[in-house]
């Protein structure tokens, strides 16, 4: 199965777990989704994401300085997007058990 369209669907939601609980600047937020399974996410997609979300109040941002190459900005998280995680985190919850649910031939219990 290409997850690529899988991937596109939740990847807000996977970048605001990524930022919940530790701040990140766009490579460390890149390198973060590839660690946890998210092989397949592009740097393009991430980046966008991110200036996304920060134009939608979900994300604020600061820039430090670096020694060791160009500033970096980071991201962290709001609590307009901490809201949007809750809601997008039980949204997912009950998608993807629907869907295993059908899968594995069971009958829905709500």
């Not at 899988?6 to 390198?31: I, M, P, S, T």
């Not at 134009?55 to 949007?84: F, M, N, W």
């Not at 058990?97 to 829905?108: D, F, K």
Request: proline content about 3%; glycine content about 12%.
């Amino acid at each position: 199965m290409d997850s690529t369209q899988l991937l596109k669907g939740v990847l807000d939601l996977a970048v605001l777990a990524v930022v919940e609980d530790d701040d990140g600047y766009g490579y460390d937020v890149l390198r973060r989704l590839r660690s946890a399974g998210l092989g397949d996410v592009g740097d393009a997609s991430v980046y966008g994401t991110l200036r996304r979300l920060y134009a939608a109040g979900a994300l604020t941002s600061y820039v430090v300085p670096s020694d060791e190459g160009p500033h970096r900005k980071y991201y962290g998280i709001t609590p307009g997007g901490r809201d949007q995680l809750k809601r997008q985190s039980e949204d997912w919850l009950h998608f993807s058990t629907t869907v295993t649910t059908l899968l594995s031939g069971q009958e829905a219990t709500a």
